[in-house]
């Protein structure tokens, strides 16, 4: 064993920091797993051991007589933090799982848990991205089929989705099997949650040739032949950070030889996070999709011709619940959103994005934010109970996204169209939560504030709410987004 891989016990592996390239690629080459099951971690110490232990319980299960590697890409570690509370809480887990395996099961199973700090570069890229990175590199000396990543924040008993990843495997094999496959999840996610999933992924996926919402949700599976192409595409600053889902989406929806997939899994159940809060995440992942549109542009002029002319999105394959044999699962209640802190971000960051907004946007446009903010303003100000916001619905947040994708188109300009994006982005979304409140019956602040340390649906309600008034409306803004695409041209025509 290798001086950076220290064995704990049989087919159970820890690693340390700044990993060799290709040190764990020969332990799993020799290992030959079937299936591979990735994790990046940060921070989910809480749970990541009880995630692994539903893996390999799933594993024992559902993938019966083959092998299968579970990598845990932990990102807490570095040379700073010399925090091991993920790795050991997942070598745990790795130890009570395989404690009730047979011999013969235990030889069908690896775990390995380590650091990605230091992989492949000469300094720490903390990010998602660079875990993805490493375990793409890991896994080329092996003859996996396929490789699962899931977040290591994942609740949920993971039996069920194996058994849909594995029919997946086995219904592609025998239609498509020419075809490399992406395959990404659909389920309820809290209407607070997903915030650049619902405003951004969805619609800008269009411009690709598909909708494909999920692919940035986190939980998604690649083809070995999938995976190949990752190991050699453009791995930017942002791709190796927080923009790694995007751009992995992006690629597979433009690759003529890649089938997409979208499987009804539930809900995710974890830890509900709050990305619509103007901070650097989502202009990561904003300018990740902006980077990858302008490359395909430039490839080969396929976004202006699907903007220009009139071309119908391709179908992917899509599995509901019927199909994949698992049910509606209401995705519970968080405390992430808090209206009061909601308005105050939105009324005070605006000064940080003002002058990124005048740039990109029309002038019309740029004094309707302002005018918006003023009122906003005055409405905390005046201390009303009404839930004053941005005021960008729907309708006018897609007319928004119109602007800044032509202005970008026709400059390259991404850091500033991300950054007004991001604002943009924040203030829509909100509203929309806004909205959401508002049709469960919270209509004034002091309502709001009531409820939102446990904000939820009620069982009773839920599946109903969530298809109609969540999912329905997000595919819809998607949808009409790509409808009215031709007002990209509009403004790129002003531009020029």
Not at 55 to 79: C, M, P, Q
């Amino acid at each position: 064993m290798h001086e950076f891989i220290k064995q704990e016990e049989k087919n159970i592996l820890r690693g340390v920091a700044k990993p060799p390239r290709g040190e764990l690629g020969k332990i799993l080459a020799e290992f030959n797993p079937e299936i591979i099951i990735g994790h990046p971690t940060f921070h989910c110490e809480d749970n990541i051991g009880s995630l692994v232990c539903r893996d390999l319980e799933g594993a024992r299960k559902v993938f019966n007589g083959s092998r299968v590697a579970v990598i845990i890409a932990d990102g807490t570690y570095n040379d700073k933090s010399n925090d091991t509370s993920n790795i050991d809480a997942a070598v745990a887990g790795a130890k009570k799982a395989l404690d009730s395996f047979a011999e013969a099961e235990r030889e069908n199973v690896l775990v390995y848990a380590g650091p990605h700090e230091g992989y492949d570069s000469a300094r720490f890229s903390p990010g998602k991205g660079n875990a993805f990175k490493m375990i793409f590199e890991e896994m080329e000396p092996t003859k996996a089929k396929a490789i699962l990543l899931l977040d290591g924040d994942l609740r949920n008993d993971m039996t069920p989705w194996q058994r849909v990843y594995k029919k997946v495997i086995e219904y592609h094999e025998k239609h498509y099997p020419k075809e490399d496959f992406f395959v990404t999840a659909r389920y309820a996610r809290h209407f607070v949650d997903a915030s650049l999933t619902r405003n951004v992924v969805g619609p800008l996926t269009t411009l690709m040739g598909s909708y494909v919402p999920g692919g940035i949700s986190g939980d998604i599976m690649l083809s070995t032949g999938a995976v190949a192409k990752e190991r050699v595409a453009n791995w930017t600053d942002a791709r190796r950070n927080y923009g790694t889902d995007i751009a992995t989406t992006f690629d597979n929806t433009a690759d003529s030889n890649t089938r997409i997939y979208e499987v009804y899994l539930g809900a995710k159940l974890h830890d509900i996070t709050d990305d619509a809060k103007l901070s650097i995440m989502p202009g990561q992942v904003i300018g990740s999709a902006l980077e990858r549109i302008l490359y395909y542009e430039d490839l080969d002029g396929r976004i202006t011709n699907r903007i220009e002319n009139d071309v119908p999105l391709e179908e992917i394959v899509v599995w509901d619940s019927d199909q994949t044999n698992i049910d509606f699962i209401n995705p519970g209640t968080t405390n992430v959103f808090n209206i009061d802190a909601k308005r105050e971000a939105l009324a005070t960051k605006l000064d940080n994005f003002k002058g990124d907004l005048r740039k990109v946007l029309r002038s019309a446009s740029y004094e309707e934010i302002i005018s918006n903010h003023k009122i906003l303003m005055d409405s905390i100000n005046a201390k009303s109970e009404d839930i004053i916001l941005m005021s960008i619905p729907q309708e006018r947040w897609i007319e928004f996204l119109y602007e800044v994708m032509g202005y970008v188109m026709v400059t390259k300009d991404i850091e500033s169209s991300k950054k007004a994006l991001n604002y943009l982005y924040t203030a829509a979304f909100v509203e929309f939560c806004g909205d959401k409140l508002k049709e469960l019956g919270y209509t004034t602040l002091s309502a709001v504030h009531g409820i939102q340390d446990s904000l939820g649906v009620k069982d009773s309600k839920a599946k109903a709410f969530y298809s109609e008034k969540v999912d329905k409306v997000v595919k819809t803004l998607a949808l009409n987004f790509y409808r009215g695409r031709s007002r990209i041209i509009d403004r790129m025509k002003e531009l020029y």
